[in-house]
């Protein structure tokens, strides 16, 4: 299992970023799927769910409003997109599903 973070840098406070996890090694359809991410010092977070078909999607309290998950089975993908981002958003986001995780991708909120 194999999963590819990118999307990442650096933007200001009020701006935009979508993020975009590839997977492979993987029956990609049959899994929920989960973005996460990381400050240094800081337990991982859960940001966001997607169920396998697309159809729940779950948000952690600080991101809803502002954040969409969505998925494309027929390309192994699953997007974040995320809006309205505050210095606070500031982290590694990383993918994960079936306990294995990508290497992540940095994401800077920063005037």
């Known amino acids: 299992v194999h999963f590819v973070e990118s999307g990442g840098g650096l933007v200001q406070p009020g701006g935009s970023l979508r993020l975009s996890c590839a997977a492979s090694?993987?029956?990609?359809?049959?899994?929920?799927m989960s973005w996460f991410r990381q400050t240094p010092g800081k337990e991982r977070e859960l940001v966001a769910v997607?169920?396998?078909?697309?159809?729940?999607?779950t948000y952690a309290d600080s991101v809803k409003g502002r954040f969409t998950i969505s998925r494309d089975n027929a390309k192994n993908t699953v997007d974040l997109q995320m809006n309205s981002l505050k210095p606070e958003d500031t982290a590694v986001y990383y993918c994960?599903?079936?306990?294995?995780w990508g290497q992540g991708t940095q994401v800077t909120v920063s005037s």
């Open positions: 997607i169920s396998s078909g697309g159809i729940s999607k």
């Open positions: 090694g993987i029956t990609f359809s049959r899994y929920a």
């Open positions: 994960t599903a079936l306990g294995h």
